[in-house]
């Protein structure tokens, strides 16, 4: 079966209203990059140099990052060389596919861990002040409150100022308590308390807030290594997940934050937020290709249900346009040539044309 078949068959089980909260939330994204690569393919349509240099442009332009564009730039050199390839169009299934490799990785799971002793599962969350860790845990609790889980969340933010009650406004909202202390308080108590407050209302979920100063680099990383000893000791294998949250439209610095955070945190999993705000997703693959964490949620609006799980086939197709019908030819009146008739189609065989995040 062939790459785009299996492809197109896995998006098929994906649910309507899950196809459109990727399409509504990656529009800024594929009309920048997508509708730009179309517009190269379609005009230059022979492979030279100048071809190469002006994709590069369009891919750095999308924030996909210096490194991973050289890496995937010399790939495709080398296939149009193997291959023997001249037209541009016949080069897009092979960008389109290792797009999609580098999202998929080594194949990890991308669906959140829970505690494989079926007790308390604790997910704690990580990452600078601004980027939405407060808003994503929220809309994270309600997800689980919708699959019928028990949901306690922990506002170890004790430093930034109102972030314990913002995260208290959120658990109104969803209907879930709240574990605090007063402000400027030691947030490794903050979950010793939430640990202690999940056993004895046996909770399924325990959502974790932490702070996140930049100020002092050691500082923050130590505080998040007591935080992991004290969940660790009344939860043996806890936290079962350390996700980043990171601001997509940050671009460049949101890779930055994820080599901080990932070198001594712990770091499981990735949340991207604000995608529908920013035309520069190209980021995800950035991140995914040069830290090797899966990316488990992307925040594609403001709605309660726009925090959606991450499926790199899903979200690459969400990126592409439909499959017009094929193309007819007819002759024109000048000799030995023709001319395509009809609106432009998918700009190779394949069924679509996608941007990859």
């Not at 299996?6 to 990059?33: D, M, Q």
């Not at 959140?112 to 929220?138: A, C, E, M, Q, Y």
């Not at 680099?217 to 350390?242: C, D, S, Y």
């Not at 009809?342 to 996608?354: E, G, L, T, Y």
Request: some cysteine; hydrophobic content about 40%.
């Amino acid at each position: 079966m062939s790459f785009f078949k299996r492809l197109k068959e896995s998006i098929a089980s994906k649910t309507e209203a899950v196809t459109n909260k990727f399409k509504e939330g990656l529009s800024k994204t594929r009309s920048a990059f997508v509708e730009r690569v179309e517009e190269l393919i379609f005009r230059r349509k022979k492979i030279d140099e100048a071809f190469f240099e002006e994709l590069e442009e369009i891919l750095i332009g999308a924030d996909v990052g210096v490194n991973t564009v050289m890496e995937l730039i010399d790939e495709l050199r080398a296939e149009v060389k193997k291959r023997k390839i001249e037209e541009a169009s016949e080069l897009q299934p092979i960008l389109s596919e290792k797009l999609v490799n580098m999202l998929r990785g080594n194949g990890e799971d991308t669906g959140l861990r829970s505690n494989p002793d079926g007790g308390i599962t604790v997910i704690l969350f990580v990452g600078v002040n601004g980027v939405g860790k407060t808003t994503t845990i929220g809309k994270l609790a309600w997800r689980y409150k919708q699959e019928g889980k028990s949901v306690l969340l922990a506002a170890g933010d004790t430093f930034r100022a109102g972030a314990i009650e913002q995260l208290e406004v959120w658990g109104q909202r969803v209907g879930v308590d709240v574990i605090r202390q007063e402000s400027g308080s030691d947030p490794a108590a903050v979950m010793y308390d939430a640990v202690k407050a999940a056993k004895q209302r046996n909770v399924d979920v325990l959502l974790c807030d932490t702070a996140g100063r930049l100020q002092n680099k050691v500082n923050l990383m130590e505080e998040l290594a007591k935080i992991h000893r004290v969940i660790q000791r009344e939860i043996p294998g806890a936290p079962h997940e350390t996700l980043l949250v990171l601001d997509a439209a940050t671009g460049q610095n949101a890779l930055q934050q994820a080599k901080l955070f990932g070198e001594k945190s712990g770091v499981t999993g990735l949340v991207l937020t604000k995608l529908d705000g920013t035309a520069k997703g190209g980021i995800v693959i950035a991140i995914r290709n040069e830290m090797s964490l899966p990316v488990k949620f992307v925040g594609l609006g403001e709605k309660m249900d726009d925090l959606q799980q991450f499926d790199p086939s899903n979200s690459c197709m969400r990126y592409s346009r439909a499959s017009p019908a094929p193309r007819k030819l007819r002759t024109t009146n000048k000799p030995n040539r023709r001319r395509i008739v009809n609106d432009r189609r998918s700009i190779s065989s394949c069924p679509v044309f996608f941007f990859c995040f």
